[in-house]
């Protein structure tokens, strides 16, 4: 993940419009949901990486690795 992808994600989460200096109650709502986006962007990385491990990759790893973003 890269600077643009981060940019991108806080403004899909609607964290750009807030500030800490405006109103707080809702720049921490749109920090956790952009936590969130970060959250599941490195979760399926990881996925990514684990099927990709040729021979030693497994498909049950990268399951569990997205199965943490639905707890």
């Not at 989460?13 to 109103?23: I, L, T």
Request: aromatic content about 12%; some cysteine.
């Amino acid at each position: 993940m890269d600077k643009d992808d981060i940019i991108l994600m806080a403004d899909a989460s609607g964290m750009s419009f807030y500030g800490m200096g405006k109103d707080r109650e809702k720049f921490i709502y749109y920090l956790k949901a952009f936590a969130k986006l970060i959250a599941a962007a490195e979760r399926e990385a990881c996925a990514v990486i684990c099927e990709a491990q040729g021979e030693y990759g497994d498909e049950q790893y990268a399951a569990a690795i997205r199965a943490r973003g639905n707890t």
